[in-house]
């Protein structure tokens, strides 16, 4: 196959090939419900997954659903969520996520993306994060990691997120916009590092355009 010369086909090509590195590839976070990943999801913010991991249990427990959430202390949540950065600041964004679910949504996750960026602590990114992997639906959550893999392969110039995730949309089927996401992220973390990446082991290595140059 030739290499591929426009920003459509490096994507193309992007996806076919991680899906094939990473074909079992998942969302990371722990979570057992909508409302659990839309929560996990507002946690991440600045944080890894695997800290989120360890802080959840305990607040799933204590607020299994949005109505017990949104009648909480705030307090009682930041201290069960103080291992995690800007925990006072999401555990504020927590308790008015539950309450707007309540109050607006029957205690249930909106599925369309204007009311899921209207909650509380909620970008597009999160609501992607929503869509995509726990309500079936298109989504292509933009963060660090594919925005410098976007940048590097070409596909885009643009750094925000948003305008990212635009760019990267029409590139990507919409039902598999969520997994090529998650892929992409998978190869940001293991391979594309932000700082010498590992081109020798690249599966994308003989087409892009970024291989050698990065320090």
């Known amino acids: 196959m030739g290499r591929p010369r426009s920003p459509k086909g490096r994507a193309r090509v992007t996806h076919e090939r991680l899906a094939a590195e990473y074909p079992d590839a998942e969302c990371e976070l722990d979570h057992g419900s909508p409302f659990e990943l839309l929560a996990a999801t507002i ?4 944080a890894t997954d695997v800290s989120v991991n360890k802080a959840t ?11 017990a959430l949104a009648s909480a202390d705030p307090a009682d ?4 969520i103080n291992s995690i950065g800007l925990f006072r600041n999401k555990a504020k964004n927590l308790v008015a996520m539950a ?3 309540v109050e607006e949504h029957d205690g249930e ?14 970008g597009r990114k999160t609501a ?15 963060d660090t990691h594919v925005g410098r893999l976007a940048r590097r392969l070409e596909l885009t ?12 949309n029409p590139m990507v089927p919409q039902q598999q916009r969520g997994e090529f996401s998650l892929r992409v992220i998978l190869h940001g973390r293991r391979v594309c590092f ?3 990446p590992d081109c020798g082991v690249c599966v994308l290595a003989d087409f892009c355009p970024s291989v050698g140059t990065q320090a």
């Open 43 to 46: 946690l991440s913010a600045q």
């Open 57 to 67: 249990p305990a607040l799933f427990a204590a607020y299994p659903t949005p109505e």
């Open 77 to 80: 949540v930041e201290a069960l």
């Open 99 to 101: 309450q707007r679910l």
């Open 109 to 122: 996750v909106p599925c369309d993306m204007r009311s899921l960026v209207a909650l509380p602590g909620v």
């Open 128 to 142: 992607n994060v929503v869509r995509s992997v726990a309500l079936d639906l298109p989504g292509l959550p933009v």
């Open 157 to 168: 110039a643009e750094t925000d997120p948003v305008k990212v995730e635009l760019v990267l």
């Open 194 to 196: 932000a700082r010498n």
